[in-house]
């Protein structure tokens, strides 16, 4: 019949492949600039986490030291704050649970914390800075502490 549509002619065809080429370079473009900028949070992120595991190790060493902690204590903490339970420990150490839990008692007696949660967060809280809380929060801590120091 001599009838065509529109769709179908070969202009149009091509407007549409021209639109799709444009749409798939764009497509690449941003999806590459997503990508370095995800690699680049990532660097920044092990980074920060490199720092931290430094900064901690510092700390508790610094800690074992000021607790006046043995060596055979010191491997018994480090297993603690790392979660480990004390079969799991007596068996990295060669030793019955008997002596690890004795060098437990001891780390927490000289640490003077009564439990692993106590002497994971002495270890943690010298490692958060003032910056972590609002100035408006630390001055109403500091306030209600001298309000409870008058009050005893």
């Not at 549509?5 to 370079?25: A, M, R």
């Not at 000021?66 to 204590?73: F, N, Q």
């Not at 007696?109 to 009564?114: E, L």
Request: with cysteine; aromatic share 6%.
């Amino acid at each position: 019949m001599g009838l065509e549509p529109d769709f179908l002619i070969w202009q149009s065809h091509e407007y549409q492949q021209t639109i799709l080429v444009i749409g798939l370079n764009l497509g690449v473009a941003l999806g590459w600039i997503a990508l370095r900028t995800s690699l680049q949070r990532a660097r920044l992120a092990e980074e920060k986490m490199r720092r931290c595991t430094s900064e901690f190790s510092l700390v508790m060493t610094q800690h074992f030291t000021d607790w006046g902690l043995t060596p055979a204590e010191r491997d018994v903490a480090v297993f603690l704050v790392k979660g480990l339970s004390t079969r799991d420990i007596a068996d990295l150490r060669g030793t019955s649970e008997g002596t690890i839990k004795a060098q437990t008692n001891a780390i927490y007696r000289k640490a003077s914390v009564t439990g692993r949660t106590q002497l994971l967060s002495t270890l943690i809280e010298d490692l958060m800075d003032d910056a972590l809380m609002p100035a408006e929060a630390l001055q109403t801590v500091a306030m209600k502490g001298s309000d409870m120091a008058a009050a005893a």
